[in-house]
């Protein structure tokens, strides 16, 4: 059984893992900010460069289950804080690179320990809250995220590019340095199995599968244009090349508000809170395929796509954690497998389309993959409703305060089929 853990030394634990998502974002995309700085002095390509960071996703995809099949029985706490200290660390290997290979080694190490990250981060972050506020709780542990392409990647271009890249690399080691200290000191050692999340509270083997096909098919169509999003606001939009940094910072924006929002209604509503995103993404894709010449309604659109891909992002989570057929951690590392999948997938399509058709029907092809997803979805959430309510959900291991009562609430029993 895991131990009681106070509310704010759980808090603490949220804080501190959603500076770890922040730091391991900011490193998988570090190299595209300062990809004309790495190319020269290492004396490689800048599209050798940019296999640094689509080789990141490939592996992720190709390690993150087996990983966590390897390190089940691990305590999170002594996973974790090894994990962050191989973070800290490969990037101040990267830092003193000599060589492009010796780079790339580096890349790898700190893609294992990201997709491991990745698979057992969230279970461990909201095991000790009580399950009525999960699903805020996953959305604010996605904020670090979902930050790291809006400040992370800026900050580490700029610091790059003021004092060497291999000075940004350097940071990001400290960085991880004390993250693993405070993972080490704040989590409590107990075995995996007993974490208040270790298990789904409305396992659904079906219903996961449908979750896995339906992100891979829904960050496959995001990405399609995103991957590629600066050709087409030059090539179809016609902004300038000087305004493509302000645009997609307002996409990065609109991301960060998706997944606040999305604290409001992941608990109350986890089944809008998954579809919402994809409508609006999917309305802002076809948008852009018809209307993407309109410089004042692109800029409208862009942040469309940026707020649904974010708020999808951690709706898939969130409902993760109710359909997971068994361990949470291995359901987890399979929709990571799935996301990045997406990720990959998308960019090679985009590539694709890009080479033979030009930049508009990246939005299009985009919007009818993520229209798939929302129908698979939509599908399976009106099977939930007529199979009837799920199973009674896993009551939380956190404790009270002393000298304070907390009450039960009201819903965390028995969901209503709305909920499911």
């Not at 966590?68 to 990267?94: D, E, K, S």
């Not at 996301?339 to 399509?349: D, E, P, R, T, V």
Request: proline content about 7%.
């Amino acid at each position: 059984m895991a131990p009681k853990v106070s509310p704010r030394r759980a808090w603490a634990v949220l804080v501190t893992l959603s500076l770890a998502a922040f730091a391991f974002i900011t490193t998988e995309l570090l190299p595209v900010g300062l990809l004309t700085h790495i190319a020269p002095d290492l004396d490689r390509s800048r599209s050798q460069v940019g296999l640094l960071v689509s080789g990141y996703a490939v592996v992720v995809v190709l390690v993150s289950v087996p990983l966590t099949r390897l390190t089940q029985r691990i305590p999170r706490r002594h996973l974790l804080g090894v994990t962050m200290l191989l973070f800290a660390a490969a990037n101040a290997a990267a830092a003193l690179a000599p060589t492009y290979a010796v780079l790339a080694g580096a890349r790898l190490v700190t893609a294992l320990a990201q997709a491991l990250f990745w698979s057992i981060a969230t279970a461990t972050v909201i095991g000790p809250f009580p399950v009525a506020v999960r699903g805020r709780v996953v959305a604010l542990f996605a904020t670090g995220a979902t930050l790291a392409p809006v400040l992370g990647v800026p900050l580490g271009t700029w610091l790059g590019q003021q004092a060497g890249w291999r000075t940004a690399f350097a940071v990001l080691a400290g960085v991880g340095l004390v993250i693993a200290a405070a993972v080490l000191v704040l989590l409590p050692s107990y075995p995996p199995a007993a974490g208040g999340a270790a298990r789904g509270t409305a396992p659904d083997r079906r219903g996961f599968v449908v979750l896995l096909i339906a992100t891979a098919l829904g960050i496959g169509g995001f990405m399609t244009l995103q991957t590629y999003v600066t050709p087409f606001l030059l090539d179809v939009s016609g902004f300038a090349d000087a305004v493509l940094a302000p645009l997609l910072f307002v996409s990065g924006v609109a991301g960060v508000v998706g997944t606040l929002t999305a604290t409001r209604t992941l608990d109350a509503r986890p089944i809008a809170s998954l579809l919402t995103p994809l409508c609006i993404g999917t309305a802002s894709l076809f948008g852009l395929y018809a209307l993407g010449a309109l410089r004042p309604g692109t800029v409208a659109l862009l942040a469309g796509i940026g707020l649904g891909y974010a708020a999808f992002g951690s709706a898939v989570q969130n409902r993760m954690l109710h359909l997971a057929p068994g361990s949470t951690d291995i359901a987890s590392a399979g929709v990571g497998t799935a996301f990045n999948a997406g990720i990959a997938g998308g960019s090679l399509l985009g590539g694709a389309l890009l080479s033979t058709s030009g930049a508009r029907p990246l939005a299009l092809v985009g919007g009818l993959l993520t229209l798939a997803a929302l129908t698979l979805l939509a599908v399976d959430a009106r099977r939930g409703r007529a199979d009837g309510p799920p199973p009674t959900a896993v009551r939380s291991s956190i404790s009270p305060p002393p000298g304070r009562q907390v009450t039960p609430p009201a819903r965390t029993a028995t969901p209503s089929r709305e909920e499911r």
